[in-house]
């Protein structure tokens, strides 16, 4: 499914927080996983592409502020990213190393995070609050997404 604001996301992400990369991610109905709906890199973080919520993927300090507590993560430098992720060489080889992690709620529920991804060092002091306002004109259309992936009402 294509988001229809994701483009408008991403111009503002670029414009205001400096993003290179932009993926939209919604937690699999069990809770597992979560898997990409959409991505400005679709050649190296593909639509459809899974990430494990086990500590062998994820780490659980970011699970626990960005899924449970419903906060946004802040990574405002290559180091931070590079002991929050996995996949900090795939991210480095993008020419990123900062990240702003925002927590899709609905109803309640985390269903699932928008990631935006610059250059080491580019995020304004103001960064989580900017992509929490990007985050939420998106969220209806992560609802559908997650919707369309796995079902009305999961």
């Not at 080889?93 to 900062?98: E, K, Q, R, T, V």
């Not at 304004?124 to 992936?149: E, F, G, N, S, Y």
Request: aromatic share 6%.
């Amino acid at each position: 499914m294509i988001l229809t604001a994701f483009d408008d996301a991403v111009d503002a992400a670029r414009a205001q927080l400096g993003s290179i990369l932009v993926t939209v991610t919604v937690i699999t109905p069990d809770g597992a996983e979560v898997a990409r709906v959409a991505t400005t890199h679709p050649d190296v973080y593909p639509v459809g592409g899974r990430k494990r919520l086990d500590p062998s993927q994820t780490s659980p300090l970011w699970a626990e502020q960005v899924v449970a507590a419903q906060t946004p993560f802040v990574g405002a430098d290559r180091e931070t990213v590079r002991s929050f992720f996995f996949d900090w060489a795939t991210i480095e080889s993008l020419g990123c190393g900062a990240i702003v992690n925002t927590p899709v709620v609905h109803e309640g529920a985390t269903i699932g995070s928008v990631n935006f991804l610059g250059p080491d060092g580019s995020l304004p002091a103001d960064a989580a609050d900017l992509a929490m306002t990007i985050t939420a004109q998106l969220t209806p259309d992560v609802v559908a997404a997650r919707d369309d992936a796995f079902g009305a009402g999961r």
